[in-house]
């Protein structure tokens, strides 16, 4: 009864995280009732993300059409820090800060978050050989900017063992209160992170 | 510093209903790093939606090569009920039932609820001019089958004074407990209208 474009259409989108059959049904008929013009404006920009490749670097996504992307090229960024974040997202939020000047290493997202998959060691070990080869064995620092869960916990123990000896410090994102947080809301191990960390 | 397809897709799947900006980015990234192949699926499936029109006589979606849609080309399914809904995926669950062997109406997606457009207009005076014009002025049944909160209550006013003398009987879905519904969690109106239709 459903028209079969409409099916494949739910099939493919429901797919995608965070969408699932009920928003994938919704966006169908939503689209499909739009016309033509709508379709194919979101087709080309689609289209659009087929022209990135990632960073050989760091695996941030970038132009196909450049060598690195704009961080890893830029040579007001030291080299000699570098922030292991999860997401592109992620190193975007650090970036917004303008307070980070090091480089980056995207290590792909986690989908369950507990497993370690082969890609995401391959760039942790990709990171530890260039710091061996191009930087004489020691950075001045690698900053763990993981999520702060109980496995973000375990992730920062397995990239400490990675880079042990490689950054001379090796440190992971500040826990406590969000700006705008409220006290009361806070769990206790936020909260006892913000008491040593208070000053 | 984003790249430029990034935020063009952001820019252009941020606007479709329950996405907004920030599932947008989500998605964007998600979907470049999956590597070509997954962009042309999901381009496919997009694009087959362009192969969807309206039905002349209901406004469901259907195959553009087909005159109508499956139930208006079924000959038992009797024109003298048409149920009225606002979605093509209300009609669906209509559909699922297999209790509902009329006709339907689809009225569009009522994008601000509270407002009707001219087009939703359009779409019930057609059928108004369909049962004057064909249905010797009388069909048996109008099915007001719109939500039941209060903007569906207007609405079915506005249905009501349409259909006046159209139909021998203009009803609406019964209100009362869902399947699996909490007593205790049912409002009052709800509550009230399962105790006057109990039996």
């Known amino acids: 009864m459903t028209p079969e474009p409409i099916k494949a259409f739910i099939a493919r989108f429901a797919r995608l995280p965070a969408i699932g059959p009920r928003l ?3 966006l169908a008929f939503y689209v499909a009732t739009q016309g033509e013009q709508t379709i194919v404006e979101l087709a080309a920009a ?21 060598t690195t992307c704009a961080v890893c090229s830029d040579p007001t960024r030291t080299p000699r820090v570098v922030a292991i974040v999860e997401r592109d997202t992620d ?18 997202e986690l989908p369950e978050r507990g497993v370690l998959e082969p890609e995401h060691r ?12 191009d ?16 496995f973000g916990d375990l992730l920062a123990g397995l990239i400490r063992e990675e880079f042990q000896g490689l950054a001379k410090k090796i440190t ?6 969000p700006t705008g947080g409220e006290i009361e809301f806070a769990d ?9 960390r208070r000053g």
């Open 46 to 66: 689609l289209q659009g993300l087929a022209t990135l490749d990632l960073c050989p670097q760091c695996f941030t996504l970038k132009p196909r059409s450049e």
């Open 24 to 26: 994938a049904t919704r």
């Open 188 to 196: 206790e191990e936020t909260l006892c992170a913000a008491l040593e």
């Open 91 to 108: 190193r975007m939020a650090l970036e917004r800060t303008g307070r980070y000047h090091g480089r980056y290493l995207v290590m792909g």
């Open 135 to 150: 930087a004489g064995g020691k950075i001045d620092e690698v900053i763990i900017a993981v999520g702060l869960h109980s």
């Open 122 to 133: 391959r760039r942790l070990t990709y990171l530890a050989d260039r710091i061996r080869r």
């Open 172 to 177: 992971r994102l500040g826990r406590g209160i």
